[in-house]
């Protein structure tokens, strides 16, 4: 796998990867889309995609709010907060 | 005369209903196992002592009412062990990965929460491999969990340490996920009983995702009919979580005590690979004969090549874990991206590629629609066979470090669950045996959808008339 190939998938998955890294990656993957190129073996022109098996449809429910979680709760997993908020890097100059 | 730490769900119950014991002794001689062992075996990443001690007290009080008012609670004052991967309020919850060395949940898992109500005590959160990442445990970003049978071997995964700690005594019962041998395959290595269900039979809701179409929890220990009561405690349909089934959840206590109806067992040949482990190919076919003189009528089927399964589970997977690790941002609960392990990135490397643009048709929906084939082919089994019988897993434990540098080695590993966990069929694994070394070797159930109560029945009536579930390792 090219190399600058590994690094746009890197960009998409928001990973940092060290030179190392992306040098196994590259060999890696090629050899795992290697193997799962067998696939090819087997006949699915006619054949309908499977997402899940569960054979549910339409599973909804009434739009009414319910008991969830409190904005002092939400906010409890980081101490990177100003004023009620998540604090982030800023995206726009 | 059995220690305490060493009974079985359904004795537990008995003893605490007959006042032989109570639970706070009964939840004090885990802990005291679990301080003295744990070092060794390394299953848990967090022990709950206080609060454990605590719920046992209250256990204790309702225990000394009326039976009436204790008999809904199948779980009543027994301590379980809780893979890491299901949020607990208030308690750390790791999946095994230092993105999370911090986190703690601000609300239980469906799982938990039902544990709670049938009166269980968590007694703590076990090892397992980061983000259920693995067949080993070994990709845990804080130790590796080792396999009681052998300190120098792994316990499988990912819910190695639900296994080492089922299997060791420390608990009573464990609750594991699967989403390809991951509850199945540690209990083969382990030697003890892993049930997976139906997919959608129990609730993901809290459980830290790792592929949403197949992730499914269920029961870990270390008799069939433990993993009865644990799972008539979680099935069941969930609000929060849509993809649970609205079927009802039959008794399956009640199923147990039901005369085994006339079965026909069909052996994969396919699943006896080229190759493989020439001890566990002899154990398995030993159970199957023991099946057959139970009355069960034993037939040869054919099933599609497992590697197929492997390609499919490979990408599917890969590429759910790549869309369900995105939300792990750093910026509302845990760590950053940084602090991914190896293995969690090769796998959000491999999924991300396989849905982007360009690729999406030749890997994913190529791999959506070999499932359908998987799905059809097992239907057509199931037309002719009530069950099927196979190995669980190609080899046994395998030494600490084997599954280092192998970027597939979870899927090789895995080569005979893939099929029925992408069918979303229910499984178990029963100890049926040992190698020459005394290495566990475990036999699979596999069964339609919602046929949870025919594995119990079959695996029952195979427990009745053998005694490996009764093994322990020498440990002290």
């Known amino acids: 796998m090219e190399k600058k190939v590994v690094e746009h998938v890197a960009l998409l998955a928001s990973l940092s990867l060290s030179q190392k890294e992306i040098k196994k990656f590259q060999k890696q993957l090629t050899d795992i889309l290697a193997y799962i190129g067998q696939l090819e073996e087997l006949k699915t022109q006619a054949v309908e995609p499977t997402s899940q098996v569960t054979g549910l449809k339409n599973v909804f429910r009434e739009d009414e709010s319910r008991p969830s979680l409190s904005q002092d709760e939400v906010l409890s997993g980081t101490k990177k907060v100003h004023n009620g908020m998540f604090k982030t890097k800023a995206i726009f100059e | ?230 799972l008539q405690a979680l099935a069941g349909q969930d609000k929060m979580d849509a993809t649970t089934s609205p079927k009802e959840v039959p008794d399956y206590l009640m199923a147990l005590e039901k005369k085994l109806p006339g079965l026909k067992i069909g052996i994969p040949k396919e699943y006896f690979l080229e190759g493989m482990n020439k001890e566990v190919v002899a154990v398995v076919q030993g159970a199957i004969k023991v099946l057959e003189k139970l009355g069960m009528r034993i037939k040869e089927v054919s099933l599609l090549d497992p590697q197929y399964s492997v390609a499919v589970y490979t990408i599917l997977q890969r590429s759910e874990v790549s869309s369900n690790l995105a939300r792990y941002d750093g910026l509302r609960y845990g760590n950053d991206r940084a602090s991914f392990g190896e293995e969690a990135k090769r796998r959000i490397m491999l999924g991300t590629y396989a849905l982007s643009s360009g690729y999406y048709e030749q890997y994913y929906l190529k791999a959506q629609k070999v499932r359908t084939l998987i799905c059809q082919d097992f239907d057509r089994v199931f037309s002719q066979v009530n069950l099927l019988v196979a190995p669980t897993s190609p080899s046994v434990a395998l030494k600490v470090g084997a599954s280092l540098d192998d970027p597939m080695f979870g899927e090789i590993q895995d080569i005979l669950v893939e099929a029925s966990t992408l069918a979303g069929l229910p499984g178990v694994n029963l100890p049926c045996g040992f190698s020459k070394e005394g290495l566990p070797i475990g036999m699979q159930i596999i069964g339609p959808q919602f046929s949870e109560e025919l594995l119990f029945q079959a695996g029952h009536a195979y427990e009745q008339a053998t005694d490996w579930h009764k093994r322990r390792p020498k440990l002290t």
């Open chain 2, 1 to 230: 005369m059995k220690k305490l730490n060493q009974l079985t769900i359904k004795e537990a119950r008995e003893g605490l209903r007959k006042k032989k014991f109570s639970s706070l002794e009964l939840t004090r001689t885990c802990l005291e196992r679990i301080k003295r062992l744990d070092k060794k075996i390394k299953a848990f990443l967090t022990v709950s002592e206080r609060e454990s001690l605590e719920q046992a007290r209250k256990s204790d009080k309702i225990l000394n009412q009326p039976p009436v008012a204790t008999n809904r609670q199948v779980l009543l004052g027994i301590p379980v062990a809780v893979k890491d991967n299901f949020c607990t309020e208030g308690m750390r919850t790791t999946a095994a990965s230092t993105v999370l060395e911090n986190y703690f949940p601000v609300y239980d898992a469906t799982v938990v929460q039902r544990l709670k109500e049938a009166g269980a005590i968590i007694i703590g959160k076990t090892n397992m491999d980061a983000w259920a990442h693995g067949s080993s445990t070994e990709t845990s970003q804080f130790f590796t969990t080792r396999n009681p049978w052998d300190l120098g071997r792994l316990p499988g995964g990912s819910s190695g340490g639900s296994a080492a700690a089922i299997i060791a005594d420390e608990v009573i019962g464990a609750v594991g996920s699967e989403t390809a041998g991951s509850i199945r395959q540690p209990a083969a290595w382990c030697g003890m009983v892993g049930f997976k269900p139906t997919y959608g039979r129990v609730s993901r809701y809290g459980l830290i995702a790792m592929a949403s179409s197949l992730d499914s929890p269920g029961p870990m220990t270390k008799t069939i009919e433990d993993a009865a009561f644990v």
